[in-house]
């Protein structure tokens, strides 16, 4: 069976991760979060998928190639341009818009097929959702997910009839004005005969154009609520939530990786790493090749990335630290994300380490390694009053 992922966007609302790492690799836990759907695929006998590109698209095409190693066929469809250096320039045609492109090229799709947005962890039954849209005899499917009506604000809801039949749209509505609480999960089943209805070689969207669309015309078009686990990385504050709620175990099929050296404690190889001289408070994960010195604290839900340092007295809290990141002596670091050069808080608001003249907190472990073991262990001279990250 066939299928496709939504992998052009630029992920703006995922910043700073989305300067350098296209939103489909983001890692949950070392892993992109593509991967875990393209497994999900494979599991329900979709093993032809389909990817739009635009965005870093090298990133993405040089990580899962042809897809063999993943047990499916992976073919890539780039939507940009090229200059004469080599330089890839992404110009994204939209969600329907790189499904018309695809079939433009060579009719692909030509049964009943499933679209995926690349930025989500779930574990649906898409058998199951096939073969509900199939009854129904349905052009286009919705997988909605049901929620509580507060959480309507912050996303697409769809508003259907008593047999399952898309009536209207609303979009962040408040809890007031919502007509529903099934929102739209970015998970569509559709018959090739969609593709008809979008116009080629333009940008189109799914949601914004192709759906009322539908509607307009009284299209056999539906959106099927169901039970599953399904968590977002559309923005900063998702992406914490689905790093926690894989840590705490809440996401079906979707495992904490390296091995459980203590309740709730995960760790990759070789790290390094006194357990009688530091405070680990689960749910943890230390990514290999990581040192972490006497007297660091870590608080979990916590996830701290491969050749990491955390230095002696510093605290981690309900935090995530990416690859290569060291943290300065004493800092205490809580409910912050940490990439490269950036520090992050759950809203979402932005600091340059180095532009603020914070880089004395944190640094790229790669310099340190560099150094002679004579300088690596010297403490910083910090005013102690700044050393909290909060």
């Given amino acids: 069976m066939k299928a496709m992922i939504l992998a052009a966007g630029k992920g703006t609302r995922v910043r700073p991760i989305t300067f350098t790492t296209p939103k489909p690799m983001i890692p949950i836990l070392q892993k992109p979060v593509m991967e875990f759907l393209v497994e999900l695929l494979r599991r329900h006998q979709f093993d032809q998928i389909m990817v739009n590109v635009s965005h870093l698209a090298n990133e993405i095409e040089s990580y899962f190639r042809d897809g063999q190693r993943f047990g499916v066929e992976i073919a890539y469809s780039f939507e940009g341009s090229i200059e004469p250096d080599g330089t890839l320039v992404g110009a994204a045609l939209g969600s329907a818009g790189g499904m018309r492109r695809i079939q433009d090229f060579s009719p692909f799709f030509d049964d009943t097929f499933v679209v995926l947005c690349g930025d989500a962890l779930i574990d ?84 914004g154009e192709l759906f009322p669309k539908l509607v307009e015309m009284g299209a056999p078009f539906y959106g099927t609520a169901m039970d599953f686990e399904w968590v977002d990385i559309g923005k900063v504050p998702d992406y914490w939530h689905a790093i926690r709620s894989v840590l705490k175990g809440d996401i079906k099929n979707v495992d904490v990786p390296g091995r459980e050296v203590a309740p709730g404690v995960y760790t990759g190889l070789n790290v390094a790493v006194n357990w009688d001289k530091v405070e680990v408070h689960g749910p943890v994960y230390i990514g290999a090749m990581t040192r972490i010195e006497d007297g660091a604290k870590i608080i979990g839900p916590t996830m701290i990335g491969p050749n990491c340092r955390i230095c002696g007295g510093a605290t981690v809290d309900n935090s995530v630290i990416f690859e290569y990141s060291c943290l300065g002596p004493d800092v205490r670091l809580v409910d912050k994300l940490v990439f490269g050069r950036y520090c992050v808080d759950k809203t979402g608001a932005t600091i340059d380490v180095k532009a603020a003249a914070l880089d004395w907190l944190i640094t790229d472990a790669r310099e340190e390694k560099q150094a002679p073991d004579s300088a690596i262990n010297q403490p910083l001279r910090v005013d102690p009053d700044e050393l909290t990250l909060r």
């Fill in 124 to 207: 649906l039954d898409l058998t199951a959702a096939v073969e509900w849209h199939r009854k129904k005899g349905a052009i286009a499917t919705i997988v909605m997910k049901t929620v509580d009506p507060s959480e309507v604000p912050s996303y697409g809801v769809v508003v259907t009839d008593d047999e399952g039949r898309v009536k209207s749209f609303q979009e962040k509505p408040s809890v007031e004005e919502a007509l529903s609480n099934n929102i739209n999960t970015g998970i569509y089943i559709f018959e090739p005969e969609i593709l008809d209805l979008i116009p080629s070689g333009q940008t189109f969207d799914i949601g």
